[in-house]
């Protein structure tokens, strides 16, 4: 009597429905576990251009001067684990000139500002925990969510202390690498006070006053990778003043990049380097190997189920006699 199945049938059936099964998990269950954000970023993007800064040296605003902005973000991998499940993020920015540049102490700077942000892996939404200070709102804050769609976001802006809309504007190539394109502006607004001589303020009979602080941005255009929402490029434009208490105009300029202050070539590539990366797993775990292994699911099993059922035919046929067996 001949075998009933033959077992390469089975295994190639069996083989073929693992994969189908497979595919739709890589699809629904691995990809969204694999689009979080790290909680061991190091990264630092380094903006340059040119503007007006105030000398504290000359005491007055002095106009065309190199400008570069340095940001660095941190993850606290210790802070994270005790989170339950966000990712700590200690950033620093500081914005140099010439002559603070190289600094040997970060705080001789122009503007040095320290934060904490803590963060949602999978939303990238703030988190209150952990000693996240200032109190960010929002959609996004140097990076947006993955999969990033075409509609407007709300961007946390933490000079301002407030968010901004920024406006879907298509697409654009960075390093040969497309992005989605953002852009929105900021009016002047008050974002705080600040003690200085009253000289400053055309107060001069008054050694001290608590003078307003107003910012402003001319521009704002942020160029993002759309599967995992990492900036590939920024430019922004932001116009820092103070006013005498309660004044309505600028008395001081500390800081005006009316043409902008953009990320350097070696900030893009590195930014663009990284998306490339880490979208290109995400594309493999959600695309790839989903569709590889329902294409190869199928084929195998068709194969298998077919030498199932032309095994069966046999069972069933004559034997050499003429009988059924």
């Not at 993002?224 to 434009?237: L, P, W």
């Not at 329902?294 to 199932?308: M, P, Q």
């Given at each position: 009597?001949?075998p009933?199945?033959?077992p390469?049938?089975?295994?190639?059936?069996?083989?073929?429905?693992?994969?189908?099964v497979?595919?739709?998990?890589?699809?629904?269950y691995?990809k969204?576990?694999a689009?979080?954000?790290?909680?061991?970023?190091?990264t630092?993007?380094v903006?340059?251009?040119?503007g007006?800064?105030?000398?504290?040296e000359?005491?007055?605003?002095?106009p065309d001067?190199?400008?570069?902005i340095t940001?660095?973000?941190?993850g606290?991998?210790?802070?994270s684990?005790?989170?339950?499940?966000?990712a700590v993020?200690?950033?620093?920015?500081s914005?140099d000139t010439d002559?603070?540049l190289?600094?040997?102490?970060?705080h001789?700077?122009?503007?040095?500002?320290p934060?904490?942000?803590v963060?949602d892996r999978?939303?990238t939404?703030?988190?209150r925990c952990?000693?996240?200070?200032p109190r960010?709102?929002?959609?996004a804050?140097?990076?947006f969510p993955?999969?990033v769609?075409?509609?407007s976001?709300?961007?946390?802006d933490?000079?301002?202390?407030d968010?901004?809309?920024?406006r879907?504007?298509?697409?654009?190539?960075?390093?040969?690498?497309?992005?989605?394109r953002?852009?929105?502006?900021v009016?002047p607004?008050?974002s705080?006070?600040?003690?200085?001589p009253?000289?400053?303020?055309?107060?001069?009979d008054?050694?001290?006053v608590?003078?307003?602080e107003?910012y402003?941005?001319?521009?704002?255009?942020?160029?993002?990778d759309?599967?995992?929402?990492r900036v590939?490029?920024?430019?922004t434009?932001?116009?820092q003043?103070l006013?005498?208490?309660?004044?309505?105009k600028?008395?001081?300029?500390?800081?005006?990049?009316?043409?902008g202050?953009?990320?350097?070539?070696?900030?893009?590539?590195?930014?663009?380097?990284?998306?490339e990366?880490?979208?290109?797993?995400?594309?493999?775990?959600?695309?790839?190997?989903?569709?590889?292994a329902?294409v190869?699911g199928f084929?195998l099993a068709?194969?298998?189920?077919?030498?199932?059922?032309h095994?069966r035919?046999?069972?069933?046929?004559?034997?050499?006699?003429?009988?059924?067996?």
């Amino acid at each position: 009597m001949r075998p009933r199945t033959s077992p390469l049938s089975l295994i190639l059936l069996g083989l073929g429905t693992f994969l189908l099964v497979l595919a739709p998990l890589f699809a629904w269950y691995v990809k969204p576990r694999a689009a979080v954000n790290p909680v061991d970023i190091d990264t630092t993007a380094v903006y340059t251009g040119r503007g007006s800064v105030f000398d504290l040296e000359k005491v007055e605003t002095v106009p065309d001067q190199n400008i570069t902005i340095t940001q660095r973000v941190r993850g606290n991998v210790a802070e994270s684990e005790r989170s339950g499940g966000a990712a700590v993020w200690d950033v620093t920015t500081s914005v140099d000139t010439d002559k603070s540049l190289p600094a040997s102490d970060p705080h001789d700077a122009l503007s040095f500002t320290p934060h904490r942000w803590v963060l949602d892996r999978r939303t990238t939404e703030p988190v209150r925990c952990c000693g996240a200070k200032p109190r960010i709102e929002g959609e996004a804050y140097l990076k947006f969510p993955f999969d990033v769609q075409k509609r407007s976001y709300q961007w946390w802006d933490n000079t301002l202390g407030d968010t901004v809309v920024m406006r879907y504007r298509g697409t654009a190539k960075v390093q040969g690498y497309t992005g989605y394109r953002f852009t929105a502006s900021v009016p002047p607004t008050k974002s705080g006070t600040r003690m200085v001589p009253g000289r400053l303020v055309d107060q001069p009979d008054r050694p001290q006053v608590l003078a307003e602080e107003w910012y402003a941005n001319h521009g704002v255009e942020l160029i993002v990778d759309q599967a995992t929402g990492r900036v590939v490029h920024a430019r922004t434009s932001p116009r820092q003043t103070l006013r005498a208490p309660g004044g309505d105009k600028d008395v001081a300029v500390l800081l005006d990049a009316e043409q902008g202050v953009s990320f350097t070539d070696e900030t893009q590539k590195e930014a663009v380097r990284q998306a490339e990366r880490d979208s290109g797993q995400l594309r493999l775990v959600g695309e790839t190997v989903p569709i590889g292994a329902a294409v190869a699911g199928f084929l195998l099993a068709a194969i298998g189920g077919a030498l199932v059922i032309h095994g069966r035919k046999d069972e069933e046929g004559p034997d050499s006699t003429g009988t059924h067996q």
